[in-house]
T-cell receptor, first 116, second 115 residues
Framework: AQKVTQAQTEISVVEKEDVTLDCVYE???????LFWYKQPPSGELVFLIR??????QNEISGRYSWNFQKSTSSFNFTITASQVVDSAVYFC?????????????FGKGTHLIIQP | NAGVTQTPKFRVLKTGQSMTLLCAQD?????MYWYRQDPGMGLRLIHY???????AKGEVPDGYNVSRLKKQNFLLGLESAAPSQTSVYFC??????????????FGPGTRLTVL
């Protein structure tokens, strides 16, 4: 069975601080995908990134960066110089690889509050 | 393209009433999914479909039925609503995921309250 753990239920930081959201996953599959989604107060799910298990390169997109480490089964997300607009619930998710129809296994989410 | 749309956006039901949530996608995706989101629980898979005329159970299927009569539509039914089904429901569709690529697209959600 697959599992995603986001141990941080809520994080509150002051604007311009850097913040890291942790994600630890469990799977027996050798091929899998990892995702991060953002859910702003408006409620929709916004796709941020997909990472394949065979690609351990870290990725940076503007103020966002992701650190994928298979050795520790972690896929952490860092926001640099946080802004109030970053306030949202962030979900980490896992899907097994291959071309099957499996859905995503989500973590419980981390509520990020950026205070002005 | 509209992507994934859901109807209705909000609904209030009384215990025992029935209703159907409609999901439509215009991306010609084979796979479609229904999730529910409860506070502090993340999203959990209810049912999914691998193609027209086929459906399968996910993690939390009890109390729900689904149908996929057309490729672009995926219906979620509640035959006798219960307060425990108060939740936000998300529909999603995805590509086949071949070649190392996989994309799942979510609808805007339906907020359902059962009194």
């Amino acid at each position: 069975a697959q599992k995603v753990t986001q141990a941080q239920t809520e994080i509150s930081v002051v604007e311009k601080e850097d913040v890291t959201l942790d994600c630890v996953y469990e799977t027996r599959d050798t091929t899998y995908y990892l995702f991060w989604y953002k859910q702003p107060p408006s409620g929709e799910l916004v796709f941020l990134i997909r990472r394949n298990s065979f690609d351990e390169q870290n990725e940076i997109s503007g103020r966002y960066s992701w650190n994928f480490q298979k050795s520790t089964s972690s896929f952490n997300f860092t926001i640099t110089a946080s802004q109030v607009v970053d306030s949202a619930v962030y979900f980490c998710a896992l899907r097994r690889g291959g071309g099957g129809a499996d859905g995503l296994t989500f973590g419980k989410g981390t509520h990020l509050i950026i205070q002005p | 393209n509209a992507g994934v749309t859901q109807t209705p956006k909000f609904r209030v039901l009384k215990t025992g009433q029935s209703m159907t949530l409609l999901c439509a996608q215009d991306m010609n995706h084979e796979y479609m999914y229904w999730y529910r989101q409860d506070p502090g629980m993340g999203l959990r898979l209810i049912h999914y479909s691998v193609g027209e005329g086929t459906t399968a159970k996910g993690e939390v299927p009890d109390g729900y039925n689904v149908s996929r009569l057309k490729k672009q539509n995926f219906l979620l039914g509640l035959e006798s609503a219960a307060p425990s089904q108060t939740s936000v429901y998300f529909c999603a569709s995805s590509t086949l995921g071949a070649g190392g690529k996989y994309e799942q697209f979510f609808g805007p959600g339906t907020r359902l309250t059962v009194l």
